[in-house]
């Protein structure tokens, strides 16, 4: 036996790329797992159960029940929510904020990431053209960019005002300022500036 | 659809668990897999074959190849490697790096972790019975512990000696002393005063 033998390696090569784990974590996950059969068992049956019951709905991205050629998420599939608004986020775990927060009542489209010529990242690869087929299509009025305010962020925010130019869509970003609950006194520079440039008049 | 799925609750439950991936990390590799059906399948593969191909010696808790009723490992069935010294390791990743520097020509014990009153964990739970009996059983002359060096390594060296004691079998730790690189403006408390304690004479 080589002293890893080869089925471990790929394992552990595959584990390592996995986001949040590097080489290290990924030898302790799998080492882990050697040690007790039992979770083993227990993870490649819940790894079955999502591959065989989930997918990602055709439409916006989200997660969805799987069923037959492109599934379609209970969020796009019910009527009450066609508001003419679609609300665009980097990841699905941005949906479950939103909808935890209970403000929005609109549609959704999850990007899967943000633009990064650094990382070969372009507009089709985070599903650009099919936002613009979408808002074309479904009469959008309204496309509110819930993106990361980050650089990377912001520059595929821009591409998508770009794209959305010429259709009359309404486009709208998150307002940028202060946390609820922060103190003055502990924000960075970055948000300050944002916050005092973003003003609400009040009087 | 609750806005968590139940497979997918499962799994995220069942990775928020394993060493190294908290609720957040699990999350974005739970949801990676989700996106990128390829990778899901591939993870599954390779799970399955290692389930199927690799197991623990039932001699010393190595890696083995999976076979019959108790696998043994290549180490414990290399009869070059019987020298009547067994060094004690806390994991299968410490074998890995004492095999890789090439010094150790005896036989493992594996523990798998170490005895933690805070954390409910014994000497049965760390395999300190079955070394105690292959130290009677195999004719053992000398035990290293090569354990780390903490708090709960220690008591678990501690734990050792005493049962080993009865069996007239000599009982050896590693040296604490300075890394090899190190330099002594640099080094803790804790290691500077190990260090000066196990001085060397050389003249």
């Known amino acids: 036996m080589a002293l890893i033998p080869l089925p471990l390696e790929r394992l552990l090569r595959q584990l390592g790329k996995l986001p949040g784990l590097g080489p290290r974590s990924a030898q302790r996950v799998a080492l882990s797992l050697l040690q007790q059969p039992v979770l083993l068992a227990d993870l490649q049956r819940n790894l079955a159960d999502v591959a065989a019951q989930l997918g990602i709905c055709g439409c916006c991205g989200n997660l969805a029940f799987a069923g037959g050629e492109a599934p379609i998420c209970e969020i796009c599939s019910d009527p009450v929510r066609n508001t003419g608004v679609v ?82 869509v309404a486009v709208s970003t998150l307002a940028k300022g202060m946390p609820v609950g922060a103190a003055v006194d502990y924000l960075d520079e970055g948000t300050l500036s944002l916050a005092l440039a973003g003003r609400q008049r009040v009087a």
């Not at 650009?128 to 980050?150: C, F, M, N, T, Y």
């Open 87 to 168: 609300c665009v986020v980097e990841g699905i775990a941005d949906i479950w904020a939103l909808e935890r927060s209970g403000v929005f009542v609109g549609r959704y489209h999850v990007l899967g990431g943000v633009v990064s010529a650094l990382n070969g990242v372009g507009p089709e690869d985070v599903r650009i053209p099919q936002l613009v087929k979408r808002a074309r299509d479904e009469e959008v009025q309204e496309v509110i960019l819930a993106l990361g305010a980050s650089v990377d962020g912001q520059t595929t925010g821009q591409i998508i005002i770009d794209r959305l130019a010429s259709l009359g």
